[in-house]
């Protein structure tokens, strides 16, 4: 048996389901907003001025390491600031490790980072520390190369000095046989005086 009470319900007027779809519309909207600028509120800042990657350190990390170089030693002399100062100092420490192929040139490059460091003091270190480690890397790179190398010139030593002992020893046999060659053919002659002698 139906309900009677059912059948009698009217529609909503139009007017009030255009308003409740507004509304819905309005509140989905600011939901949206709301939590938009809810994620927009936890990015994180940007980086402080002194932590962008300055052009020396893009030419340093794009390996243009001369350029890089030049850059720093502007960078250097001309700094106001003692901290800017010091920061191209730790560059420039960097690039000169990084490009060191003497040991003199490594030494300065590293005199250079001790100097940078005593200079910073017990300050947070704010430089880019990808430099350090790209340098540290190539000079370990380039201390195995060069270790392999005169590991290899060793080696090489070695089998010569074996070759050569070598080769004396057989002069040595061939001396020692020369030699008795040389005393049987002395007495060899010797009787051959003889002999002549007694005809």
Known sequence: MPVPWIHKMRPLPTRFARLSRCAQAVLILYLLLGSSCALLSQAPP????????????????????????????????????????????????CTQIITARTDRELAEGIVNLQKWDEEKGTGPFQENRRLLVLAMKQQGEVLVKRNREQQ?????????????????AQLTVT?????????????????????????
């Open 46 to 93: 940007p980086a402080p001025a002194h932590q962008l990657a300055s052009d020396a350190e893009l030419f340093f990390l794009k390996g243009e390491y001369q350029d890089a170089l030049s850059e720093f030693q502007r960078e250097y002399e001309t700094a106001l600031a003692a901290e800017d100062r010091n920061q191209a100092l730790y560059g420039l420490a």
């Open 175 to 199: 001396i020692e046989m020369l030699q008795k060659q040389l005393e049987e053919l002395e007495a060899i002659d010797e009787n051959f005086q003889v002999k002549r002698k007694t005809l």
């Open 152 to 168: 290899r010139q060793g080696n090489r030593k070695d089998r010569l000095i074996a070759n050569q002992k070598e080769q004396i």
